[in-house]
């Protein structure tokens, strides 16, 4: 199956991905003439000849070159099912992407790239702060394999990468710049296109600096990496594609080329999704908009609640960044709303922080983010725990710190419960 033949214009009128999330990559006289494409809960696929599975093994192992009319024909779900076939070119949509893979989780989806594109020897570099399971990756697992991961700070310019870059011989083994924007939990924002310019400067005829911008923030609606010259965009599809904390699940998107690549690794980590996550990551994305221009607005009232409310003392939130602040520039070019995560500060410490938390009726205390409830954490002892207290305080993850990640409930629901909690800082 394949979206090859599938329009995405009726005539001249392109459409838009929102219309198209309910019936790209995807005929009902496939199956049945099933609406709704079926879960292909299956491990194996029948062959129609034996002939027929040897030119499939061909193409799919790269023993010969794919012919043009071809396309990769189902073998095993290790290497492909529709249920995540069906899923990939819905994930290109948004972005734009020549192709997409899907994984088991954000971190499946992570760590099979970083294997696919980085060697011993190799430098990584990456911005800081970053998800918390990618900073074990990077500075625990990937030198233990010989590659030398530098960070550098989000929201600090591209002086930043270049002074990180500096050092040594770091530029000429550079590999990647792997970046996560906006940074978790401050927002804090690393210009895309300043980052492809430097791996532009680096790349060499038989070593091309690649740009992976892990875009689940503000992806795949209000950011779009590819277009600001980004080489992969990342997901953790648990946030806000699946948008129903009901399921964790990853994706990589890129051109063609770089994503086959990245697919070859896969099957042999056998770290790609299965047949049912990506059935209900179908059904998510066809309300992925709705959801998330519900909770974008949300956010803008709850946000602005917080930073008139006496006993906040910061707001970190896109919408409210002043023009003097270097991030607005990059805001400007680079974002195409503040999306719904909102981090502040309460005056006070840790204990003000906990009772305020501790005191919410509505808004559930968890990590996580993205869903269609509102969840709120305390950064410092919860998601970034293992951040040094130093490496912590100079993220400006402070023990008054708390995360929210804004749903689609009624706002002035959300913004009374925050009223009541906040009684007790
Ligand atoms: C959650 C998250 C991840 C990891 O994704 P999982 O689906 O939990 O494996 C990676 N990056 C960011 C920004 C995240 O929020």
Redesign the pocket.
């Known amino acids: 199956m394949s979206d090859k033949h599938d329009k995405k214009a009726i005539g001249d009128h392109r459409l838009s991905p929102e219309s198209l999330m309910m019936s790209y990559g995807y005929r009902p006289e496939w199956s049945e003439g099933a609406v709704k494409p079926p879960i292909f809960q299956t491990s194996t696929f029948a062959f129609r000849t034996a002939e027929e599975g040897k030119a499939f093994f061909e193409v799919a192992y790269g023993l010969r070159e794919k012919r043009n009319d071809e396309t990769l024909g189902l073998i095993y779900s290790r290497l492909n099912n529709p249920s995540l076939e069906i899923l990939e070119d819905r994930l290109t949509l948004w972005d734009g992407a020549e192709a997409a893979a899907a994984f088991e ?4 989806s ?1 760590a099979t790239t970083a294997f696919t594109f980085l060697r011993p020897g190799q430098v990584l570099a990456f911005s800081e702060p ?2 918390g ?2 900073e074990y990756l990077f500075h625990t697992i990937l030198p233990e394999f010989g590659i030398e991961t530098v960070p550098f700070p989000a929201g600090a310019g591209r002086e930043a990468l270049d002074a990180a870059l500096a050092e040594g011989d770091r530029a000429e083994r550079l590999a990647m710049i792997y970046v ?1 924007t906006p940074a ?1 939990p401050t927002n804090r924002l690393v210009d895309i296109g300043a980052c492809a310019a430097v791996a532009r400067e680096h790349s060499t005829d038989d070593r091309r600096v690649l740009v992976a911008v ?1 875009n ?2 503000l992806g795949p609606l209000w950011q779009h990496p590819l277009a600001h010259g980004a080489d992969l965009v ?1 997901y ?4 806000f594609v699946g948008g129903h904390s009901d399921l ?3 994706a990589v998107l890129g051109s063609e080329e770089l994503v086959t690549r990245v697919k070859a690794t896969r099957t042999f980590f056998g770290s790609m999704a299965g047949p049912w996550t990506g059935w209900l990551l179908l059904r998510s994305l066809e309300t992925l908009k709705l959801r998330m221009t519900s909770q974008m607005k949300n956010a803008r009232y709850v946000a602005d609640f917080l930073a008139e409310h006496p006993k906040v003392d910061t707001v970190h939130y896109l919408g409210h960044l002043s023009e003097d602040d270097p991030d607005h520039e990059v805001y400007r070019r680079q974002c195409l709303s503040p999306g719904s995560m909102i981090s502040f500060e309460v005056r006070g410490g840790e204990a003000e922080a906990f009772r305020v938390l501790n005191a919410l009726k509505l808004i559930k205390l968890a990590v ?2 993205g869903g269609t409830e509102s969840l709120a954490e305390h950064p410092a002892s919860m998601t970034h725990s293992d951040v040094p207290p130093p490496a912590q305080e100079r993220m400006g993850i402070t023990p008054a710190l708390i995360r929210l990640s804004v749903g689609v409930e009624n706002p002035q629901d959300l913004i009374a419960d925050l009223t009541q909690a906040l009684e007790f800082a």
């Open positions: 989780s954000g971190m499946a992570i970053v998800y399971g990618t996560e978790n892990d689940t923030f990342l953790s599809l648990t946030k964790i699940a990853g996580s983010l």
